[in-house]
């Protein structure tokens, strides 16, 4: 969600002056200090924060050693 600061506000030890507009998913946290500006789609509809729809998971891990 996109967020407007009503005056100075260190959000995640970043400062932001009044009138900037951020991102943030915390918004019940620090809704006294910003004003919404708008709504993500993501927040609308159910979407996995583990895999987005449009991106594959990373493989992890090592490669096999090649038999030498």
Do not use: C
């Amino acid at each position: 969600m996109e967020v407007k600061a009503k005056h100075w506000l260190n959000y995640n030890g970043v400062w932001h002056k009044g009138g900037d507009t951020f991102e943030t998913n915390d918004f019940e946290a620090i809704k006294e200090h910003v004003e919404k500006v708008k709504e993500t789609v993501e927040e609308t509809q159910y979407v996995s924060e583990i895999f987005p729809p449009e991106e594959q998971p990373k493989r992890r891990g090592r490669p096999k050693k090649s038999e030498d």
